[in-house]
């Protein structure tokens, strides 16, 4: 049927979430000051605020695979809008530490109990070839998102010192609130999981819904007559032991430790570089002004994810993530170097436009990174255990998140030196490259599979794999 419109009322109805997971995540880094002052919160208390919502997203990416592969894919979605809309505006009416932190560690449950469900629903309902695209789309949605509270925020004061933060927030919720709207007629449930689930004729319901909408009709989307007559209950369930059988079993344990590793390196690079270069922009003193260039890293972000699809349909996922990770590792060793430079030398042109290439080459490739790993969580598993396995890899993710800028505090603290921290983010790429040589499947341009054949091998080049 191709890539239509059918795609897309799944990247507009379900790619929301990013949207209004954007716009809330940056609402809420920004009003904390403004919080803490309010309330005389101490350090400890405003880190706490933060860091809970990111917990709670962990916890949310864990429900989301259980209620994705038992209960279908656009259910967590539409969830996820109510949760953020519901759980935002009652933030507005806290009055304390406590009663804000409990919120939001809702708020973030509401914000990750999409993630997996999306990846997994995008991976389904897209040709393998349009895949790439899909899920940069998504990624791009969150961009959105948060340029919408960043308008908001200039609206109100572009200097940020006399927010209204409650009223920030109950304007940050109208994006949950519009989707959640058009989700409801625009989503629909994934074939895949309808035939898994032995709800036959609501998968051919589906597939001859998307044809219409792709304007396909020459396409036969006939299923089998067996397959419509058989009932409701044509395979068992598969319950929550047998999918992690599957996600940590012989054929999978290997690529379920890889991903997972590779999701927490780019939570730990993406959050890490937020919080790090903030920290030493400002000591490099370099002509372009720290405001302007982390302006820059944001905005060079965009090209990025169009560059991981470019480079994505072309060569091997494998490959890619290679690729993606020496180049980090090459921008962050570059930064690092020119950067010490400076604070011991002085400031030469030569080392200022070192620190430039990479900060640049850092962001880039960090998007590219963040295509090419959710796409690949999302394809190396079965239909039967794809949102659990690629929920448990993304909540692992977030402890990269999490534990970013106290590793930053604690190595500048024993060294007294910001080359420690990016040497650190060095390794840590190195280490992650070496696993991803060694994974044995491939699934550019793949079909991809419902169940998980017993005579797969658990070395070869995956074509076995994902030819069912």
């Not at 059918?6 to 954007?22: E, F, L, R, Y």
């Not at 109990?113 to 791009?140: D, I, K, Y």
């Not at 419509?228 to 209950?233: A, E, R």
């Not at 982390?294 to 494998?318: D, H, Q, T, W, Y």
Request: proline letters at 4%.
């Amino acid at each position: 049927m191709g890539f239509g419109a059918a795609q897309w009322k799944v990247i507009i109805g379900g790619g929301g979430s990013k949207i209004a997971d954007g716009s809330e995540l940056l609402l809420l880094g920004s009003v904390t000051r403004v919080v803490a002052g309010e309330w005389h919160l101490d350090m400890w208390q405003r880190g706490i605020v933060v860091s809970v919502v990111f917990f709670g997203v962990l916890v949310g990416n864990l429900a989301s695979g259980v209620i994705g592969d038992k209960l279908g894919r656009r259910l967590p979605i539409l969830l996820s809008y109510v949760g953020i809309c519901v759980f935002s505006l009652l933030s507005v009416v806290s009055n304390g530490f406590y009663s804000i932190a409990c919120i939001r560690f809702f708020v973030g449950i509401s914000f990750g109990v999409s993630g997996p469900a999306f990846n997994t629903l995008c991976g389904e309902m897209t040709p393998s070839s349009h895949r790439l695209q899909a899920n940069a789309w998504g990624q791009l949605l969150f961009s959105f998102g948060e340029l919408y509270s960043a308008f908001l925020i200039w609206m109100q004061d572009p200097y940020m010192i006399d927010l209204s933060w409650r009223w920030l927030i109950c304007l940050g919720a109208i994006p949950s609130l519009v989707f959640l709207m058009l989700s409801m007629f625009m989503l629909t449930e994934s074939p895949s999981f309808l035939m898994v689930s032995g709800r036959h004729q609501e998968a051919q319901d589906v597939l001859l819904e998307m044809r219409s909408a792709n304007n396909a009709l020459h396409v036969d989307v006939t299923l089998p007559d067996q397959a419509l007559t058989v009932g409701p209950v044509r395979r068992p369930s598969v319950t929550i032991r047998e999918k992690l059988g599957i996600v940590f079993g012989r054929h999978l344990a290997y690529s379920t430790l890889v991903v997972c590793v590779s999701v927490f390196t780019l939570n730990f690079l993406f959050y890490g570089g937020l919080y790090a270069f903030p920290q030493v922009l400002p000591d490099l003193k370099l002509h372009v002004s720290p405001a302007v260039n982390l302006m820059i890293g944001a905005m060079v972000e965009f090209p990025g994810f169009f560059v991981g699809v470019l480079v994505g349909n072309r060569l091997s996922r494998k490959m890619c993530m290679l690729m993606y990770l020496l180049a980090v590792l090459t921008s962050t060793l570059t930064f690092g170097y020119a950067g010490m430079g400076i604070l011991g030398s002085g400031l030469e042109k030569g080392l200022e436009m070192l620190v430039q290439f990479g900060l640049v080459g850092y962001k880039v490739f960090t998007a590219v990174g963040y295509l090419l790993v959710y796409v690949y969580a999302a394809e190396i598993y079965p239909t039967v255990a794809r949102t659990t396995g690629g929920a448990l890899c993304i909540a692992f993710g977030r402890l990269g998140g999490m534990v970013a800028p106290t590793i930053y505090e604690n190595l500048f603290y024993a060294t007294e030196s910001h080359a420690a921290f990016f040497n650190f983010t060095a390794g840590l790429c190195a280490v992650n490259a070496m696993l991803v040589l060694f994974l044995p499947y491939e699934t550019s341009n793949r079909v991809l599979q419902d169940h998980l054949p017993e005579s797969v091998p658990i070395l070869g080049d995956g074509k076995a794999l994902h030819t069912c």
